[in-house]
């Protein structure tokens, strides 16, 4: 009787131990290496959650495309059995159309203006286009201003890029501007760009500075030309009824701490921008720096008429003008 007695305390001492201290595991993953400015943004975002919950959420981080690349891990939280993804925007307008005028070659003038756009009402507005999609868009945050490598010559001139086979995202902004450009487009997943640089399957690629120096693409490419040519924004994104089921405090800590992540995201661009291509020279890369910028976008000018039809040019101008 004793005994019985002593046990159903015990257990029950025991469940309410083990309710007070319930945590929930939700997953989030990056294609790209944790030293990067995508690992500093879902490891401050896992921080800032467990911290901003009382340890009741807990996100486990994956690196390298260790859950997919970037559309696979989208695909996966839009069905739910992942709950979170930081993702470049390349394969999200498979998902959410709407965020395809976003990768429009030469549309924002700098980091300041794209930050801004993305902050401010039109990017505000497009997250809103993510839940009718399964998501919850959490917030922008940046991958770059993407540049050109290749191994096989100095790009000084957009003439120089007609006939390089590269790798490009699976976007189909990106591919209609590089084909304008004379590009043989092969489109390709993050995790498997470094063996086709490496092999030769393609002979060029092009991604932000924190994205050649985190993937060591140095060591496989070796002509890099700042061309600046696409602005790439990342983005956090959560599975809709994973966030729905949040309690209104849990949601926003949800939403600060994203906006912790996109703070520490932006300032590793900076930093990674500031000293990039010092490091790279110093690996052995050459890099064309001065390019005349105005070339590249004569050179895009047909493909540019074709997105005008495309976005409306009063959207995009809209985006042009933000101040
Ligand atoms: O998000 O696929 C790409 O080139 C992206 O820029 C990269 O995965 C970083």
Same mark, same amino acid.
């Given at each position: 009787m004793k005994f019985s007695k002593l046990l159903i305390g015990l257990s029950l001492g025991l469940g309410f131990i083990a309710a007070a201290s319930a945590q929930t595991t939700m997953k989030i993953s990056i294609s &790209?290496?944790?030293?990067s400015h995508q690992g500093v943004a879902i490891d401050t975002f896992a921080r800032e959650v467990e911290k901003r919950t009382g340890g009741r959420y807990k996100v486990q981080t994956f690196y390298?495309?260790?859950?997919?690349g970037e559309r696979e891990s989208i695909e996966a939280v839009q069905l739910g059995t992942q709950e979170l993804a930081f993702s470049? &925007?390349?394969?999200i307008p498979n998902f959410?159309?709407? &965020? #395809?005028?976003?990768?429009?070659?030469?549309?924002? $003038?700098?980091k300041a203006h794209a930050r801004a756009v993305l902050d401010g009402p039109i990017g505000q507005e497009m997250l809103g286009k993510f839940d009718a999609k399964g998501? #919850?868009?959490l917030a922008w945050a940046e991958n770059g201003f993407r540049h050109m490598t290749n191994s096989? $010559? %100095?790009?000084?001139?957009? &003439? %120089?890029? #007609?006939g390089l086979k590269m790798r490009t995202m699976e976007n189909p902004v990106h591919i209609a501007a590089y084909k304008g450009f004379g590009i043989i487009t092969t489109p390709m997943a993050f995790p498997e760009v470094f063996t086709a640089l490496q092999q030769g399957t393609v002979d060029g690629q092009e991604n932000p500075l924190p994205v050649i120096i985190s993937a060591k693409f140095d060591q496989v490419q070796k002509h890099l030309t700042l061309t600046g040519h696409v602005y790439s924004p990342c983005i956090f994104v959560m599975n809709k009824a994973s966030f729905d089921k949040l309690s209104a405090a849990d949601k926003q800590a949800f939403l600060d701490a994203a906006k912790e992540g996109t703070k520490v995201n932006r300032a590793r661009v900076d930093e990674d921008d500031a000293k990039g291509v010092a490091d790279l020279r110093a690996k052995g890369m050459t890099v064309i720096?001065?390019? %005349? #910028?105005a070339k590249f976008v004569a050179a895009l000018a047909p493909v540019n008429a074709e997105f005008e039809k495309q976005f409306g040019k009063a959207n995009l101008d809209k985006i042009r003008n933000y101040k």
């Open positions: &790209t290496a944790q030293n390298n495309g260790a859950l997919g470049s &925007t390349g394969p959410v159309p709407e &965020t #395809k005028i976003l990768d429009v070659p030469f549309l924002f $003038r700098d998501f #919850k868009a096989k $010559r %100095d790009v000084k001139d957009p &003439t %120089d890029l #007609k720096d001065n390019v %005349d #910028k």
